[in-house]
Each structure stands twice: as C-alpha cells, then as structure tokens.
T-cell receptor
Framework: GENVEQHPSTLSVQEGDSAVIKCTYS??????FPWYKQELGKRPQLIID?????GEKKDQRIAVTLNKTAKHFSLHITETQPEDSAVYFC??????????FGTGTRLLVSP | DAGVIQSPRHEVTEMGQEVTLRCKPI?????LFWYRQTMMRGLELLIY????????DSGMPEDRFSAKMPNASFSTLKIQPSEPRDSAVYFC???????????FGNGTRLTVT
C-alpha cells in the first residue's frame, strides 16, 4: 500500500517569508496529490491539488510541484501571513480512491 | 449546499457503551469516507463506500467498529462496546468520483471515559 512521508513536522517563519513542505510517496501508480489545510478545531479543507500530467500548479500565493521520477511533491507558500498558520496535510492515493495522508506540518507564521 | 453534515458534534460516553456517529454526504457525491484523527496516529482512513457499497474496510481497527450506508444520503459508524482508546475526532468526507477533492464534515469529537 501507499506510504506518505511529510517533512518538516513543524515550521516557524516570519510573516512575509516563504514556507515549503515536502512529501514523498511510495506507490508509483499514484496520480493525484492534494494538500489540505486544517485550522485548530476545524475540518481539513482542500487548498490545492495536482495531477500527474503536470509538474507544477499555482494558485495565488500557493503552489505545488510534483516530481514523479523521485516520487515527491511539495507545497510552497509565498508571502506568508499569520492566517496561514495551521496544520497542512499532503495525501496520495493507494488503489482506486483510498487517500493516505501524511503526518501533517504545523506551520506558525509570526507577525 | 450545506456540505457534509455530521452529528453529534461532541459525544461523551462511558466505556462499554454503544456509540453511533452519523453522516449526511453532499448530494450527488458517490464516495463516502470515515476517517479518525488522533495526535498519535494522524488521519486514518477507517472505511469507504462507493454508491453505498463498502469498498475497503481494512482500516477498521476491530470488530467493535461497524459502518453502514443504507442509502445515498446517510451513513453511520458504530462502536460497540466503546473503549477509552477510541477517543478521537471522527470525520466523514464525501467526494464526486475517484481522485476528486474530499469534502470533510465538521467531525465528531468522541470522548470515552
């Protein structure tokens, strides 16, 4: 089955800096890679996803890059703001639709 | 759309009692998932359904856990008997098709004393 590793587990940055979170996966057949943001006490919410037919996708201050050869994908947040503080999860599918989540990265953006 | 609706939001029960968690997926979504979230184990997939049929229940921890989806708009996750180690936040999520974004409910925080 799929194994998803996520690093770092915690990340502290100053407002305005960039933040990068990396994930590796094991199932070479995986072709869909979403990222979820979970604020304290709230539900996980999708912020961006990428499919294996593209190498990069951008949406305003967030971007995701995918390297299928190396089996890793990364979330990039530029010009971080305090409201970006949350736990971020990557995920990758195993089998047809079973999403396996990474262990999460707690991002703290200090004003 | 109201999104995925879960009930109750909080449940406190004593060890040995039966617990039933409920979920109403987004209308038209044909996949429904039950996840459990704890600090130690993160987000774990317990079971998922496609068109009301259970597809993969390999994440269900023990026979004490069971899930049903009698129709396209309702699912339950039952724990009988409950134990303190079942304490967690249980999320239901639905999606439209395979490899589509998951829409999570607000979760049920279960505390078993």
């Amino acid at each position: 089955g799929e194994n998803v590793e996520q690093h770092p587990s915690t990340l502290s940055v100053q407002e305005g800096d960039s933040a990068v979170i990396k994930c590796t996966y094991s199932d070479s057949a995986s072709n869909y890679f979403p990222w979820y943001k979970q604020e304290l006490g709230k539900r996980p919410q999708l912020i961006i996803d990428i499919r294996s037919n593209v190498g990069e996708k951008k949406d305003q201050r967030i971007a995701v890059t995918l390297n299928k050869t190396a089996k890793h994908f990364s979330l990039h947040i530029t010009e971080t703001q305090p409201e970006d503080s949350a736990v971020y999860f990557c995920a990758a599918p195993t089998g047809f639709q079973k999403l396996v989540f990474g262990t999460g990265t707690r991002l703290l953006v200090s004003p | 759309d109201a999104g995925v609706i879960q009930s109750p939001r909080h449940e406190v029960t004593e060890m040995g009692q039966e617990v039933t968690l409920r979920c109403k997926p987004i209308s038209g979504h044909d996949y429904l998932f039950w996840y459990r979230q704890t600090m130690m184990r993160g987000l774990e997939l317990l079971i998922y359904f496609n068109n009301n049929v259970p597809i993969d229940d390999s994440g269900m921890p023990e026979d004490r856990f069971s899930a049903k989806m009698p129709n396209a708009s309702f699912s339950t996750l039952k724990i009988q008997p409950s134990e303190p180690r079942d304490s967690a936040v249980y999320f239901c999520a639905s999606s439209l098709g395979a490899h589509s974004p998951l829409h999570f409910g607000n979760g049920t925080r279960l505390t078993v004393t």
